[in-house]
């Protein structure tokens, strides 16, 4: 964590968020915390659509819109569910807001990482892990760190990291460039998306739909 502080000292950001969500601290998980995890899934792919092998609006859209569904299904309120939001706005204004969101808190909050960030995405990297295979919580920092936030050379964090963690960067990497460029590359990876999606639907539908029932 420290490692990935000083690296990313020279990257300017704006001061920090707190005054957009308050005082968090007694709350586990927040609406905020979850609307925040849902941008990570939706806005990279927002400002960054070629990268993930989307090449027009309608992708986008398809793309947001299951992850506005995603989004309630996690608990996050439609007031909150950023997708939602999305849906609804203006092509000018869509960009507007997930720019924001990405200069205002995605950035300053990879400059200033704390133990509770790192634990969240380790969560993530790990529930990931079953559906897209090789993903390691190092080899995800470094790429927001070198196609995120603009670091050139991140040595001291690819010093920490295991042979494992930079094969799985290079395979990340592959996925979101290379494969992009031609269309049976990006056949191929959306076409592994929806299989990952389809083994996760499998597994944890049954498992809400009982839990809903038992609330009802």
């Not at 986008?60 to 849906?87: K, P, Y």
């Not at 807001?97 to 993530?124: A, C, H, Q, R, S």
């Not at 993903?135 to 050139?152: E, F, T």
């Not at 031609?182 to 049954?206: D, H, M, T």
């Amino acid at each position: 964590m420290e490692t990935i502080q000083e690296e990313m000292q020279h990257v300017e950001v704006c001061k920090g968020s707190e005054h957009l969500h308050g005082d968090m601290s007694q709350v586990p998980l927040s609406q905020y915390n979850m609307t925040i995890t849902q941008f990570c899934f939706v806005g990279f792919l927002v400002l960054m659509p070629k990268s993930f092998g989307i090449l027009d609006d309608t992708g986008i859209q398809g793309f947001v819109h299951n992850w506005a569904v995603f989004g309630r299904l996690l608990g996050i309120e439609d007031r909150h569910n950023l997708a939602i939001h999305f849906l609804t706005m203006n092509q000018e204004c869509k960009r507007k807001v997930f720019v924001t969101i990405f200069e205002k808190i995605f950035l300053p909050n990879l400059k200033n990482l704390d133990v509770t960030t790192m634990y969240v995405w380790d969560g993530l990297v790990k529930g990931f892990r079953p559906y897209i295979k090789g993903m390691r919580l190092k080899a995800m920092v470094y790429y927001l760190m070198v196609y995120g936030a603009d670091v050139k050379e991140p040595l001291k964090l690819r010093g920490l990291m295991s042979w494992k963690d930079k094969l799985s960067f290079e395979y990340f990497k592959f996925c979101t460039n290379s494969l992009s460029k031609s269309q049976l590359g990006r056949g191929l990876r959306n076409n592994g998306v929806r299989f990952g999606i389809f083994k996760a639907e499998r597994r944890y539908l049954p498992k809400w739909k009982k839990e809903d029932s038992n609330h009802k």
